[in-house]
């Protein structure tokens, strides 16, 4: 008998915000996956949710803002089959239309919320918000 739990590909979104700098939001994770990494806000789809409205709830959960969706920017492919993880991530490209910014989650899954110029970026970045910072940087 194995155990071996049975891994099935999981959904994602996140999004790519930024301020009037041209600055981008990112959120210092405190939990797995890839924990004490900086990452775009964002989390898991739930059932019979469409994408876009994901990604509206997840930033408003996380980090208090309203978003209007402008678009999908990439697509994130996360496999760690040591780790027993396989994600794939829908990142989109939102502008913030209402709310105040803040950490929601301070006792959960985020450290810190800091806006960050694209050309200094922190070193430890999360592997699905790379694919997000590569694109905006062609």
């Not at 797995?32 to 739930?46: A, F, M, R, V, Y």
Request: proline letters at 5%; a negative charge.
């Amino acid at each position: 008998m194995t155990t071996e739990r049975l891994c099935i590909p999981q959904v994602g979104v996140g999004a790519v915000i930024r301020n009037e700098q041209d600055e981008i939001l990112l959120v210092l994770r405190k939990r797995e996956p890839e924990k004490g990494t900086w990452s775009i806000p964002g989390g898991k789809l739930d059932l019979y949710e469409s994408l876009e409205s994901s990604v509206i709830r997840e930033i408003k959960e996380e980090v208090n803002l309203d978003v209007e969706v402008m678009g999908l920017l990439c697509m994130a492919e996360t496999i760690r089959p040591e780790r027993n993880e396989h994600w794939i991530s829908a990142i989109y490209e939102v502008k913030i239309c209402g709310g105040e910014l803040r950490n929601m989650e301070p006792d959960g899954a985020i450290g810190d919320v800091q806006w960050f110029a694209i050309d200094r970026l922190p070193a430890e970045i999360a592997c699905f918000t790379v694919p997000a910072i590569e694109r905006l940087t062609k």
